[in-house]
């Protein structure tokens, strides 16, 4: 490793983010290193764990500590939950229950056309609607393109039978 891999996986390893083989290879790697390349990795490890200027000196609110803790917990129940459903494998698949068709929920159960929140309704009718035009545009436009070479095949005959006459044609 060299020095700037040294400095990134001593910020890693203060953070517990090394797996144990890439623990083992930079503790391996910094005790294999010359002296003032360790000092070196040691100060800018000093340097960049100083946050003073980075942290604010409020004290946060006691909400926010709730927050946070509560997003934590929703993190971890998520995590477990995938990993039970991961473990589950082919019985996560087995139907938990049907609806019957006279049932108020077979109404309720149909997927449905979902209207998001962020798209407002005159952009969607904006963009239907040039959609629309662009369709009759582009059949206008055949249209065009065909009576034209009508028209130049017309002329072409016509020319034609001028200058040579009937008789050929």
């Known amino acids: 490793m060299n020095t700037h891999e040294l400095i990134e996986y001593t910020m890693l390893h203060a953070l517990g983010l090394l797996e144990d ?18 000092l070196r990795v040691r100060e800018e490890a000093r340097r960049m764990a ?10 946060p ?8 803790v509560a997003a934590v917990r929703a993190a971890i129940r998520e995590d477990e939950n995938e990993s039970r459903i991961a473990q589950q494998g082919a ?10 068709a006279n049932t108020p929920a077979r109404a309720t159960s149909q997927p449905k056309l979902s209207t998001s929140p962020r798209v407002h309704r005159v952009w969607r009718v904006a963009a239907v609607g040039f959609a629309a035009a662009s369709i ?9 393109q065909q009576t034209m070479q009508k028209a130049q095949s017309s002329a072409l005959v016509n020319n034609l ?7 050929y044609l």
């Open 136 to 144: 009759a545009m582009g059949v206008v436009m055949i249209n065009i």
């Open 21 to 38: 083989d890439e623990r083992a290879a930079y503790e391996a790697a910094f005790d294999a290193a010359p002296a003032p390349v360790q």
């Open 50 to 59: 100083d946050l003073g200027d980075l942290i604010p000196g409020v004290e």
């Open 161 to 167: 039978y001028d200058q040579i006459g009937a008789k």
């Open 61 to 68: 609110v006691n909400e926010l500590r709730d927050v946070v």
């Open 91 to 100: 019985a996560a698949s087995s139907v938990i229950g049907r609806i019957d």
